[in-house]
């Protein structure tokens, strides 16, 4: 079993700034990706960004791409999600989640194995 742990949600104004991490708890997971997916109230949780594990590709939705910045720290591991310039419209729960799968479909949620506990992201305006 793999436990993700994210960390550094919080409440930011209008054009702020956060950054968010997410811990897996082993190394010896076969992990072919890993992405960011946020739930706003009353809406589908979708993908934000995501990660490819073996070369870092990266992969954002349109709506985030030139504001957010997802890297990784194989040491750890640990894949962070920078957040610049954020909006209203961005808050929302946010998850870290990861795959196993060779080729998984990046916004399939049903296509990731582990998923972390969430953390709140509010942007006032």
């Known amino acids: 079993q793999v436990q993700l742990v994210e960390s550094g949600g919080g409440l930011v104004q209008d054009g702020g700034s956060l950054r968010l991490s997410c811990a897996a708890s082993?190394?010896?997971?076969?992990?072919?990706?890993m992405g960011w997916f946020r739930q706003p109230p009353g809406k589908e949780r979708e993908l934000v960004a995501a990660f490819r594990w073996s070369d870092g590709a990266q992969y954002y939705v349109d709506s985030v791409r030139g504001r957010f910045t997802i890297s990784r720290d194989i040491t750890k591991p640990t894949v962070s999600l920078q957040m610049n310039s954020l909006k209203p419209e961005d808050t929302a729960v946010y998850f870290c989640?990861?795959?196993?799968?060779?080729?998984?479909?990046?916004?399939?949620?049903?296509?990731?194995?582990?998923w972390g506990q969430g953390t709140q992201v509010t942007v006032s305006s």
């Open positions: 082993r190394r010896t997971f076969n992990m072919y990706a």
């Open positions: 989640a990861a795959s196993g799968k060779y080729g998984v479909r990046y916004d399939n949620v049903a296509e990731y194995d582990y």
